[in-house]
């Protein structure tokens, strides 16, 4: 999973990158409003958390701008701004959730893993396949009760196909959702990490189509 952190707060945005990468969650970083709207407008994130004090251009009117052209990725408000009218005026204008500064990281980071499951149709943290179970809340991977060490990268694929199981994922979507900004995305390098899923959790979890990509099947 990929999102934006559109924050000015140099510390506070580490922080919180810092605490979703322990979650198998890539994170970009936006100190600006302009940075942060061309950003969303140009790249594929799975969520946006965004502050509504940004200079340059704040945090509701870059909102607005999103959703009057169509991008429709889920946000989380961060604000220190306590009235209830301008959380109202974020949520009227398409945020999706909000948290009031001072918050706790923990709690942002569990905000965040629920609305990318909601995001993708999923109300449960959990994800099984056969002996294969993903925990999402940790990043914990088992297989028949046994944990599997996985990279980093691992955890990214895994993770997203799971959210997105029974739907067909091409390398280059997966490619857009497992790397920052600015890292050197090379779509046959999935092909690598997909194998090493295998030989870990064994060849039925993930069905390759032939140059189109891969799925996990669920029987819903």
Known sequence: MRILIAEDDRVLAQQIKDVLSANSIVADIAQDGVEAQFR??????????????????????????????????????????????????????????????????PELSARVRAMIRRRAGHAKPLFTKGNVCFDSRNSQVTVDGMPINLTAQEVSVLSYLFHHNNRLVSRAELSDHIYEYDHDRDSNTIAVFVNRLRNKLGNALIETVRGRGYVIKIPE
């Not at 509504?52 to 509701?60: A, F, K, N, T």
């Not at 052209?69 to 945020?95: C, N």
């Open 40 to 105: 969303a407008e140009t790249e594929t994130y799975d969520l946006v958390i965004l502050d509504l004090g940004l200079p340059q251009r704040d945090g509701l009117t870059v909102l607005k701008s999103w959703r009057a052209k169509g991008v429709d990725v889920p946000v989380l408000i961060l604000t220190a701004r306590d009235s209830w009218s301008e959380k109202v005026d974020g949520l009227d204008a398409g945020a999706d959730d909000y948290l009031t500064k001072p918050f706790h990281i």
